[in-house]
Each structure stands twice: as structure tokens, then as C-alpha cells.
């Protein structure tokens, strides 16, 4: 067997090709890793051997990932077979019968599903401690620090060498957040560009996004190649491009203009050592021929806009608690639901059409700001996060209250959620560590449908700062 490690996503499916190693082969090497490091991470919540090396048995399909095995978030994304829990006590069991659109297109071009990874409740924390799960997923460059949410497992599992790439999702920030606490290249789509169905049209009324977080940019573009574009009866569709995202990869970018922002929208401290990496990384871009000049975020109202994600996280609770009643033919016990899910139902369900109505608007609204702003600037780099990865416990309390939630993580976020509100692309670049040796990442957000040239310019920094090799202890371990 190759070092499995030693190669991305579609350098593994090359090697499938070529006859060198057989996707059965690639599955026991993920779950060799699952077995050595998982249960230090608890990363990896689900898995069902048997029904992968099946996947496999049948027959792969012949896509540009074909036998490279594929990790999924425990969220919104079903696979045939597979239990998908929303990291929720209630929906403990719920084994799914199809395929979503998103999954299916995830099949098509190869993967082999090896698990499930772990998430917060319904996604609604932007660090990976679910009740459910009995213990934290833990960041692989140090195990007393989060590796971020909601996409904390896939992260995890990734950054700790147990699948070059895995399945992720963002509706304020869930790819970016937890790629950058691991040292990833994560990449949040434009609003429209992966699709939703086919039981819903959209997520977070067009927030949220689908995706995944890998260790190179071109896996990534790879990626969004296989699962863009719209399915059918789709509402709208993000603006198809020539050529594709891979290909972006091989091309330079031109000379961009790019705005550096370095104060927080809201008005919280930034660590220093984030300023200091994401000024090397405008450094960077100068020398690599771009335009770089300080800016800020459009001038928006940051409490206005934290109510628009007040309300869709919780109308997006109760449908599912609702949906899942009605399977079950009961409402859930208390201690089935935390808390924070309790009061974020609770929320919801005593605004009215009016409100849903006035925070659409408000979202539209902020996604016409920002395109107004975007016309003197190709992208714009802030931090991802605006403190290192932060220790476990900090971020997630069962005394916390929902409206704590939103106060708490304003002071860790807030570069983050204008990108999903707007419908456009964003992504975070692992260039910098700390001097505790934690990933700082570099943010940069688009126009809409811009994502080629994020990967063109994301490509250019990888080869000029390359990270491949950089991983943290957990992976050189058993």
C-alpha cells in the first residue's frame, strides 16, 4: 500500500485509476486511522463498515474521485443506509432512505461514504460539543482546544490524516470556522451554486451553503466542479462559468485589488497574533503582484444582521423537531433537545410572518450593500476567526443562554456571517500558526459567483506558502 497520507483526494482517485491501489485498499487505510485516532478526536460518530465496503462491491462509478473514501457531516446531508442525527438526541436511529441531491451527486463522482461526522445541535455552535455524542471533538493540533463548528468533525477527521477531504456545510461560517481552528483550505459556495434538494430549495432562506473542507485548493475545486449547478426544480442557480473550478486552479489570477480589513464590524478585539498573520498575508499578495489597500466591511448594522441568524436557526429547528415528531408520532421529552435548542424553538415560534418577511429583506438588503462595495475590490482579506483556536468549554455552556450564544461568539466571528447573508463566496487559507502552534486563517470573500477566481488566487498562495506538509502531532501518531 502508498502512504495514504502522502496524497490529496484526486491524487488517490489517479492512483485507483492507474491500478496502484484499490479503493477497498483506501477505505481500510481511513478506517485504520479512525481506529487509531478517533478516539481521541471523536470526530468520525457514525460509521457502518460493512455498508461502505459494500458501496464499494456493487461498483463504483467512474467521476474524478473514484474509491477515495468520503466522510459526511452528521447535518443535513442524508445517505442511503447511513444514520443522520442533526447531532440531536431526538433524532437518535433515524436512518435515511434516499440519497439528497447534494449526496447523490457526492456518489456519482466516486467517493466511497466511510461515516458520519460530528456536529453541534442542528448546526447552531460554532464549536463541535454535542450532548449527544457523550464528549467533545477535540482539535488535532491540541486536544484540549476546539476544532471549531459546525463542521468540528469533518475538520477533524481531515486535519488528522482520516480522509483527504470531507463533506461540510456553512450558514455563518460552519466551513470556514472549523477549517481554519485545523489548519484546512475551506470554501463557502455562492448562494445557489451547490444544490439543496430535492426536499427543500434552499437552507437558512438561502444562507446556508453545502460543500467540504480539505487539506489542497484543488481537491476543493475538484469538488464544487462534481457538486455544482442546479438540480432539477431548483429555485435559482448561481451563474455557471467556463471551464470550471479545477481549471481555475492552473490559471494565475491577474493582478487584483484587494481590500485588507483588520477591524471587526461590531467593534470587538482582534488577537494580535491573527492581525499579525493576515498583514503577512497581504504582504504576500503585494509580492505576488497584487493591489492591496486597507478598507472595512460595508457599514452595516451587526445587530440587525445577528437577528437574521437569531431567527433562521430557530425557524430551521422547529421544522426539523416538527418533522421528526410527526415520523415519530410523539413531541420530544425534555432531555432530548439541549437547552440552547429549546430556547432557539422557543424564539422562533413566537415571531411572525412579518418578522420572516422583514429578515429576508434585511439579507437581500446586506447582499446589495456588499456588491456596491465590491466594485472597487476583486476580494477582501480579514481574519477568519478573530482569536486562535479557542479551549474547549469556552465556547459552549449548558448555562448559556441563546441570546449569550449570539453576544459570546460576536467577539469570535464576526468577519464571517456578512459572506452568507450577501449569497457570495468565501474562503479561509491556512498560511499562519501561532506561537502555540494553532492554524490562524486568512479570510477572503468575493463577489457573487466569483469562485474561480478565489481558487486562482487560493492556488497562487498554496504554491507560494505551501501547507500540505505542515500537520499536526495527532496525525504522526497511532
Same mark, same amino acid.
Given at each position: 500500500m502508498?502512504?495514504?497520507?502522502?496524497?490529496?483526494?484526486?491524487?488517490?482517485?489517479?492512483?485507483?485509476?492507474?491500478?496502484?491501489?484499490?479503493?477497498?485498499?483506501?477505505?481500510?487505510?481511513?478506517?485504520?486511522?479512525?481506529?487509531?485516532?478517533?478516539?481521541?478526536?471523536?470526530?468520525?460518530?457514525?460509521?457502518?463498515?460493512?455498508?461502505?465496503?459494500?458501496?464499494?462491491?456493487?461498483?463504483l462509478?467512474?467521476?474524478?474521485?473514484?474509491?477515495?473514501?468520503?466522510?459526511?457531516?452528521?447535518?443535513?446531508?442524508?445517505?442511503?443506509?447511513?444514520?443522520?442525527?442533526?447531532?440531536?438526541?431526538?433524532f437518535?436511529?433515524?436512518?435515511?432512505?434516499?440519497?439528497?441531491?447534494?449526496?447523490?451527486?457526492?456518489?456519482?463522482?466516486?467517493?466511497?461514504?466511510?461515516?458520519?461526522?460530528?456536529s453541534?445541535?442542528?448546526?447552531?455552535?460554532?464549536?463541535?460539543?454535542?450532548? !449527544?455524542?457523550?464528549?467533545?471533538?477535540?482539535?488535532?493540533?491540541?486536544?484540549?482546544?476546539?476544532?471549531?463548528?459546525?463542521?468540528?468533525?469533518?475538520?477533524?477527521?481531515?486535519?488528522?490524516?482520516?480522509?483527504?477531504?470531507?463533506? *461540510?456545510s456553512?450558514? *455563518?461560517?460552519?466551513?470556514?470556522?472549523?477549517?481554519s481552528?485545523?489548519?484546512?483550505f475551506? !470554501?463557502?459556495?455562492?448562494?445557489?451554486?451547490?444544490?439543496?434538494?430535492?426536499?427543500?430549495?434552499?437552507?437558512l432562506?438561502?444562507?446556508?451553503?453545502?460543500?467540504?473542507?480539505?487539506?489542497?485548493v484543488?481537491?476543493?475545486?475538484?469538488?464544487?466542479? *462534481? !457538486?455544482?449547478?442546479?438540480?432539477?426544480?431548483?429555485?435559482?442557480?448561481?451563474?455557471?462559468?467556463?471551464n470550471?473550478?479545477?481549471?481555475?486552479?492552473?490559471?494565475?489570477?491577474?493582478?487584483?485589488?484587494?481590500?485588507?480589513?483588520?477591524?471587526?464590524?461590531?467593534?470587538?478585539?482582534?488577537?494580535?497574533?491573527?492581525?499579525?498573520a493576515?498583514?503577512?498575508?497581504?504582504?504576500?499578495?503585494?509580492?505576488?503582484?497584487?493591489?492591496?489597500?486597507?478598507?472595512?466591511?460595508p457599514?452595516?448594522?451587526?445587530?440587525?444582521?445577528?437577528g437574521i441568524?437569531?431567527?433562521?436557526?430557530?425557524?430551521?429547528?422547529?421544522?426539523?423537531?416538527?418533522?421528526?415528531?410527526?415520523?415519530?408520532?410523539?413531541?420530544?421529552?425534555?432531555?432530548?433537545?439541549?437547552?440552547?435548542?429549546?430556547?432557539?424553538?422557543?424564539?422562533?415560534?413566537?415571531r411572525?410572518?412579518?418578522?420572516?418577511?422583514?429578515?429576508?429583506a434585511?439579507?437581500?438588503?446586506?447582499?446589495?450593500?456588499? *456588491?456596491?462595495?465590491?466594485l472597487?475590490?476583486?476580494?477582501?482579506?480579514?481574519?477568519t476567526?478573530?482569536?486562535?483556536?479557542?479551549m474547549?468549554?469556552?465556547?459552549?455552556?449548558?448555562?448559556?443562554?441563546?441570546?449569550?450564544?449570539?453576544?459570546?461568539h460576536?467577539?469570535?466571528?464576526?468577519?464571517?456571517?456578512l459572506?452568507?447573508?450577501?449569497?457570495?463566496?468565501?474562503?479561509?487559507?491556512?498560511?499562519?500558526?501561532?506561537?502555540?502552534?494553532?492554524?490562524?486563517?486568512?479570510?477572503?470573500?468575493?463577489?457573487?459567483?466569483?469562485?474561480?477566481?478565489?481558487?486562482?488566487?487560493?492556488a497562487?498562495?498554496?504554491?507560494?506558502?505551501?501547507?500540505?506538509?505542515?500537520?499536526?502531532?495527532?496525525?504522526?501518531?497511532?
Amino acid at each position: 500500500m502508498v502512504d495514504y497520507e502522502k496524497y490529496d483526494a484526486l491524487a488517490l482517485a489517479d492512483l485507483v485509476r492507474r491500478g496502484e491501489v484499490s479503493p477497498g485498499e483506501l477505505l481500510d487505510e481511513a478506517l485504520k486511522r479512525v481506529d487509531e485516532r478517533n478516539p481521541k478526536l471523536n470526530a468520525v460518530v457514525w460509521e457502518n463498515r460493512e455498508l461502505s465496503r459494500k458501496l464499494i462491491g456493487d461498483g463504483l462509478p467512474d467521476g474524478p474521485f473514484k474509491g477515495v473514501p468520503l466522510l459526511v457531516k452528521d447535518s443535513g446531508m442524508p445517505v442511503t443506509g447511513f444514520v443522520s442525527t442533526n447531532g440531536c438526541r431526538f433524532f437518535e436511529g433515524a436512518r435515511q432512505i434516499a440519497d439528497s441531491e447534494l449526496t447523490s451527486r457526492m456518489r456519482e463522482a466516486g467517493f466511497v461514504f466511510a461515516g458520519m461526522t460530528a456536529s453541534p445541535e442542528f448546526g447552531m455552535n460554532i464549536t463541535t460539543e454535542a450532548r !449527544l455524542y457523550g464528549s467533545p471533538t477535540r482539535n488535532p493540533w491540541n486536544l484540549e482546544h476546539s476544532a471549531g463548528g459546525s463542521s468540528g468533525g469533518s475538520s477533524a477527521a481531515v486535519a488528522a490524516g482520516i480522509v483527504p477531504m470531507a463533506a *461540510a456545510s456553512d450558514g *455563518a461560517g460552519s466551513i470556514r470556522i472549523p477549517a481554519s481552528a485545523c489548519g484546512l483550505f475551506g !470554501l463557502k459556495p455562492s448562494r445557489g451554486r451547490v444544490p439543496a434538494g430535492p426536499k427543500k430549495g434552499e437552507g437558512l432562506a438561502g444562507l446556508a451553503s453545502y460543500h467540504a473542507v480539505s487539506r489542497t485548493v484543488r481537491d476543493s475545486a475538484a469538488m464544487l466542479d *462534481a !457538486l455544482g449547478g442546479a438540480d432539477l426544480g431548483a429555485p435559482y442557480a448561481a451563474p455557471s462559468r467556463e471551464n470550471g473550478f479545477l481549471e481555475a486552479t492552473r490559471r494565475e489570477p491577474g493582478r487584483l485589488r484587494i481590500g485588507l480589513v483588520e477591524a471587526a464590524p461590531n467593534g470587538t478585539p482582534v488577537d494580535e497574533q491573527v492581525l499579525a498573520a493576515i498583514r503577512e498575508t497581504a504582504r504576500l499578495c503585494e509580492s505576488l503582484g497584487h493591489h492591496v489597500e486597507a478598507t472595512t466591511l460595508p457599514n452595516i448594522d451587526y445587530e440587525q444582521q445577528a437577528g437574521i441568524f437569531k431567527l433562521l436557526i430557530g425557524i430551521s429547528a422547529l421544522g426539523a423537531v416538527e418533522a421528526r415528531s410527526a415520523i415519530l408520532g410523539r413531541q420530544p421529552l425534555h432531555d432530548e433537545l439541549e437547552p440552547m435548542t429549546w430556547e432557539a424553538m422557543e424564539y422562533a415560534s413566537k415571531r411572525s410572518a412579518l418578522d420572516y418577511s422583514k429578515i429576508v429583506a434585511l439579507a437581500h438588503a446586506l447582499g446589495r450593500k456588499h *456588491a456596491e462595495h465590491m466594485l472597487a475590490f476583486d476580494a477582501l482579506l480579514t481574519p477568519t476567526l478573530q482569536h486562535p483556536p479557542a479551549m474547549l468549554g469556552t465556547l459552549a455552556s449548558p448555562s448559556m443562554t441563546f441570546d449569550e450564544m449570539f453576544t459570546h461568539h460576536a467577539g469570535h466571528i464576526s468577519f464571517l456571517s456578512l459572506a452568507n447573508a450577501a449569497g457570495v463566496p468565501a474562503m479561509t487559507v491556512p498560511l499562519a500558526w501561532s506561537a502555540e502552534d494553532l492554524p490562524i486563517g486568512s479570510h477572503f470573500v468575493g463577489a457573487f459567483g466569483q469562485e474561480q477566481m478565489l481558487f486562482s488566487l487560493a492556488a497562487q498562495l498554496e504554491e507560494s506558502k505551501p501547507w500540505f506538509d505542515r500537520r499536526p502531532p495527532l496525525a504522526t501518531q497511532g
